[in-house]
């Protein structure tokens, strides 16, 4: 009885939006009794990150009627997550996030089931992420959130006129909080812009000029930061500074707080000197409630259709009173993670060998260290050894027949991309076409160019 009442009342604002037409609903919107037990039967959900938002992404996901979930982090509860990371306990400290996680939230919701991987996104292989209908994104790195939107986006494929094929479109959800400020966007890719389309949201972080630090110090940050990255240099050859350790940050925190004596500047403190350090920003337990709240509505409206989509990036500040906006930005058409793949045009005699040492000199791509999948199937695998062992034969075959004799198609390639510092690991996507056969011609590949 108990446990019925508990049922009706879970589910009573679900039943509200999703068995009543409105005039907000998407266009595939059908009222009807049986989608809550669809959302509970056949969608799957990859939550990416157990910490402050993933916390928040699997409760508020699985109070929303989603009952098949999957979790995927790969830190250990710390002490100093406690604070807000509200499903772990004291004697949680040391265990694997994303079990603890996945485990409270069972334990409190009937019927969920959630499927926790202690592990990298990048030791998971990309048919791992194939399965899910959405994936959301609970980060705190811009590298994790380029890698994961690289892999849906991976999925991808277009027809031949470059339009996006509806059914190989793979949602994302992200929430990014920091302090008192956040967001929530969604990504459906090849129709609304995909993390890379809009990279430069995400500018490079702000370093002090070391000349600064060095002679004219004008905040307590500065102060900190000639300790840590000028002075312990000088007193300790050679010995690198480890942020973990309580002596060393204590040193730096002496020092900092020597300097800004002579020059006069107040503010330094320890957790300051933490902060600048460590590059912490201090997690707010309710910027994450409410940008977890609106990735999770996002998420079941994309399940549903039950109300159109946010279109398609919410900013969220609460500095001061509160703020919020939406803004829809729009498509880079040129983009290499969520356009049709970066075109290549071979021929039919290039080996695999020859088609890596290509990438490495492509000038969109610059692609070092790579492996190379076509369809599911490994054509070279970097790592492991034995994978490596395994797919070196195939170097000295022609790619075209690697690839099952296929005038063109896309293959994947993951590696290293860029020059100088501007590298960065990544996943794409590459529209291999073979020259001079037959079936293909030129104005088959005129609207790919
Ligand atoms: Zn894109």
């Given at each position: 009885m108990a446990d019925s009442t508990a049922k009706s009342s879970r589910t009573r604002d679900l039943i509200k939006l999703l068995e009543r037409r409105g005039p907000l609903v998407g266009a595939n919107f059908s009222a009807s009794s049986e989608t809550i037990g669809d959302i509970k039967e056949f969608l799957n959900v990859l939550v990416v990150g157990a910490g402050g938002l993933g916390c928040e992404l699997l409760k508020d996901l699985a109070l929303s009627g989603f009952q098949k979930l999957e979790v995927i982090d790969m830190d250990r509860i710390e002490v100093t997550n406690l604070n807000r990371q509200f499903l772990f306990r004291l004697e949680d400290v040391g265990k694997p996030k994303a079990e603890v996680a996945a485990k409270r939230v069972m334990e409190r919701i009937n019927g969920v089931e959630i499927r926790h991987h202690f592990c990298r996104i990048e030791d998971k292989p990309l048919e791992f992420y194939e399965k899910f209908n959405i994936i959301v994104l609970g980060l705190d790195s811009i590298e994790a959130r380029s890698y994961i939107n690289a892999v849906a986006c991976g999925f991808l494929e277009y027809d031949s006129d470059d339009n996006p094929i509806e059914e190989t479109m793979k949602a994302m959800v992200d929430g990014g909080t920091e302090g008192f400020k956040g967001h929530a966007r969604v990504i459906l890719p090849g129709l609304t812009p995909c993390f890379e389309c809009t990279i430069w949201l995400f500018p490079p972080q702000v370093k002090f000029p070391l000349c600064t630090l060095a002679e004219t110090p004008r905040n307590a940050a500065h102060c900190i930061e000639y300790a840590h990255l000028i002075k312990w240099d000088e007193v300790h050859s050679g010995k690198s500074f480890d942020p973990d350790n309580p002596d060393h940050m204590q040193w730096v925190y002496t020092e900092a707080a020597k300097r800004a004596e002579l020059f006069g500047i107040q503010g330094v403190t320890y957790s300051l000197t933490q902060g600048v350090v460590k590059n912490i920003i201090p997690a707010i337990a309710s910027t994450n409630a409410i940008i977890s709240a609106a990735c999770s509505l996002e998420t079941l409206k994309i399940a549903t259709g039950c109300s159109k989509l946010l279109s398609n990036y919410l900013t969220y500040n609460g500095v001061e009173g509160l703020h919020t906006k939406v803004t829809e930005f729009v498509r880079d058409k040129d983009c290499l993670v969520c356009g049709p793949g970066v075109l290549i045009e071979l021929d039919a005699s290039v080996t695999l060998k020859k088609f890596i040492d290509m990438l490495k000199d492509h000038p969109k791509l610059f692609l070092t260290g790579v492996s190379i999948t076509y369809r599911g199937k490994n054509l070279y695998m970097r790592a492991p050894p034995v994978l490596e062992e395994m797919t070196r034969p195939n170097l000295d075959f022609q790619l075209f027949e690697l690839m099952d004799r296929t005038p063109k198609d896309i293959i994947h390639v993951t590696g290293t991309a860029g020059k100088g510092e501007k590298k960065q690991s990544c996943l794409r996507k590459l529209r291999v076409v073979f020259k001079g056969?037959?079936?293909?011609t030129d104005l088959d590949m005129a609207g790919g160019a």
């Amino acid at each position: 009885m108990a446990d019925s009442t508990a049922k009706s009342s879970r589910t009573r604002d679900l039943i509200k939006l999703l068995e009543r037409r409105g005039p907000l609903v998407g266009a595939n919107f059908s009222a009807s009794s049986e989608t809550i037990g669809d959302i509970k039967e056949f969608l799957n959900v990859l939550v990416v990150g157990a910490g402050g938002l993933g916390c928040e992404l699997l409760k508020d996901l699985a109070l929303s009627g989603f009952q098949k979930l999957e979790v995927i982090d790969m830190d250990r509860i710390e002490v100093t997550n406690l604070n807000r990371q509200f499903l772990f306990r004291l004697e949680d400290v040391g265990k694997p996030k994303a079990e603890v996680a996945a485990k409270r939230v069972m334990e409190r919701i009937n019927g969920v089931e959630i499927r926790h991987h202690f592990c990298r996104i990048e030791d998971k292989p990309l048919e791992f992420y194939e399965k899910f209908n959405i994936i959301v994104l609970g980060l705190d790195s811009i590298e994790a959130r380029s890698y994961i939107n690289a892999v849906a986006c991976g999925f991808l494929e277009y027809d031949s006129d470059d339009n996006p094929i509806e059914e190989t479109m793979k949602a994302m959800v992200d929430g990014g909080t920091e302090g008192f400020k956040g967001h929530a966007r969604v990504i459906l890719p090849g129709l609304t812009p995909c993390f890379e389309c809009t990279i430069w949201l995400f500018p490079p972080q702000v370093k002090f000029p070391l000349c600064t630090l060095a002679e004219t110090p004008r905040n307590a940050a500065h102060c900190i930061e000639y300790a840590h990255l000028i002075k312990w240099d000088e007193v300790h050859s050679g010995k690198s500074f480890d942020p973990d350790n309580p002596d060393h940050m204590q040193w730096v925190y002496t020092e900092a707080a020597k300097r800004a004596e002579l020059f006069g500047i107040q503010g330094v403190t320890y957790s300051l000197t933490q902060g600048v350090v460590k590059n912490i920003i201090p997690a707010i337990a309710s910027t994450n409630a409410i940008i977890s709240a609106a990735c999770s509505l996002e998420t079941l409206k994309i399940a549903t259709g039950c109300s159109k989509l946010l279109s398609n990036y919410l900013t969220y500040n609460g500095v001061e009173g509160l703020h919020t906006k939406v803004t829809e930005f729009v498509r880079d058409k040129d983009c290499l993670v969520c356009g049709p793949g970066v075109l290549i045009e071979l021929d039919a005699s290039v080996t695999l060998k020859k088609f890596i040492d290509m990438l490495k000199d492509h000038p969109k791509l610059f692609l070092t260290g790579v492996s190379i999948t076509y369809r599911g199937k490994n054509l070279y695998m970097r790592a492991p050894p034995v994978l490596e062992e395994m797919t070196r034969p195939n170097l000295d075959f022609q790619l075209f027949e690697l690839m099952d004799r296929t005038p063109k198609d896309i293959i994947h390639v993951t590696g290293t991309a860029g020059k100088g510092e501007k590298k960065q690991s990544c996943l794409r996507k590459l529209r291999v076409v073979f020259k001079g056969l037959d079936g293909v011609t030129d104005l088959d590949m005129a609207g790919g160019a």
